[in-house]
Nanobody
Framework: QVQLVESGGGLVQPGGSLRLSCVAS????????MGWYRQAPGKQRELVAS???????NYADSVEDRFTISRDNAKNTMYLQMNSLKPEDTAVYYC??????????????WGQGTQVTVSS
């Protein structure tokens, strides 16, 4: 199925910025939507931002106005630009894709995650 690989995580000070990337590969009929999730220790995985094939975006209240999700369909790559980072943004960030196989069956793929740590 579709393979997803995240990159761009790291250690950053509060108020700093990071850009995460997610590259999708494999035999893809169509990617319907992609999104970024995050999970902090002791907490459930939560949706941070998503984007549809048509370009519609959705953000969690906690990141809206600070994060921007985008995608380059030609490169099968999704990005998450994170500005004004806060310690509470610390988590493992996961790339997610909802895609149709050749038979129009929707499937879901996850990346392995990339660690984002916001600390002074």
């Amino acid at each position: 199925q579709v393979q997803l690989v995240e990159s761009g995580g790291g250690l950053v000070q509060p108020g700093g910025s990071l850009r995460l990337s997610c590259v999708a590969s494999g035999i893809i009929f169509r990617i319907n939507a992609m999104g970024w999730y995050r999970q902090a220790p002791g907490k459930q995985r939560e949706l941070v931002a998503s984007i549809t094939s048509g370009g519609s975006t959705n953000y969690a209240d906690s990141v809206e106005d600070r994060f921007t999700i985008s995608r380059d369909n030609a490169k099968n790559t999704m990005y998450l630009q994170m500005n004004s980072l806060k310690p509470e943004d610390t988590a493992v960030y996961y790339c997610n894709a909802k895609w149709d196989n050749f038979f129009r069956v929707e499937l879901v793929s996850w990346g392995q995650g990339t660690q984002v740590t916001v600390s002074s």
